[in-house]
T-cell receptor
Framework: DAGVIQSPRHEVTEMGQEVTLRCKPISGHDYLFWYRQTMMRGLELLIYFNNNVPIDDSGMPEDRFSAKMPNASFSTLKIQPSEPRDSAVYFC???????????FGPGTRLTVT | KNQVEQSPQSLIILEGKNCTLQCNYTVSPFSNLRWYKQDTGRGPVSLTIMTFSENTKSNGRYTATLDADTKQSSLHITASQLSDSASYICVVSRNTNAGKSTFGDGTTLTVKP
């Protein structure tokens, strides 16, 4: 298995632009997680899905952030409009069950200027 | 409040030496504790996962211990190698809202030749 796949790996955009991050989880995994990592705040859970259904989005910073999982093999995290404080590394992870090992993707490094 | 605290924040050791990283948590009700290794520029990779009934688990040169009574865990690295240089993150999950874990800030380990 190729593991969790994320694209793009790097994204540089200007403030106010829309940004879409993509994730393909490991096949057969029921859970998908979106995290954000910064030096100041470490790893933060933004949202997670179970069988394509959003379960907890309490970590989503504000309405500018939205996430979807239209099918078991694809998820997106969208930021509209983007702001400089959104600059971070965004990780997608998947797991077979809720409390089991999570497999992380390589991350998307987002820079908003 | 559910918290995970790791110490030390950073550590420098010589190649071949052993070291121990600490993790204290207040997360309740406890479900499991995981240690991740994160290399610079990469996503975290799971090292061990322990439930309430397990007090030791090994993965090669990595040995994790768990004392559920005192809510403490440690990660011991034996005969360190240059490739062990990374950030080590302790993650604790609750029985409720199983997908939402609490992350420590990590310990940055540098192994020098």
């Amino acid at each position: 298995d190729a593991g969790v796949i994320q694209s793009p790996r790097h994204e540089v955009t200007e403030m106010g632009q829309e940004v879409t991050l993509r994730c393909k989880p490991i096949s057969g995994h029921d859970y998908l997680f979106w995290y954000r990592q910064t030096m100041m705040r470490g790893l933060e859970l933004l949202i997670y899905f179970n069988n394509n259904v959003p379960i907890d989005d309490s970590g989503m910073p504000e309405d500018r952030f939205s996430a979807k999982m239209p099918n078991a093999s694809f998820s997106t995290l969208k930021i509209q409009p983007s702001e400089p404080r959104d600059s971070a590394v965004y990780f997608c992870a998947s797991s077979l069950r809720a409390l089991q090992e999570q497999y992380f993707g390589p991350g998307t490094r987002l820079t908003v200027t | 409040k559910n918290q995970v605290e790791q110490s030390p924040q950073s550590l420098i050791i010589l190649e071949g030496k052993n070291c121990t990283l600490q993790c204290n948590y207040t997360v309740s009700p406890f479900s499991n504790l995981r240690w991740y290794k994160q290399d610079t520029g990469r996503g975290p990779v799971s090292l061990t996962i322990m439930t309430f009934s397990e007090n030791t688990k090994s993965n090669g040169r990595y040995t994790a211990t768990l004392d559920a009574d005192t809510k403490q865990s440690s990660l011991h690295i034996t005969a360190s190698q240059l490739s062990d240089s990374a950030s080590y993150i302790c993650v604790v999950s609750r029985n409720t809202n199983a997908g939402k874990s609490t992350f420590g800030d990590g310990t940055t380990l540098t192994v020098k030749p």
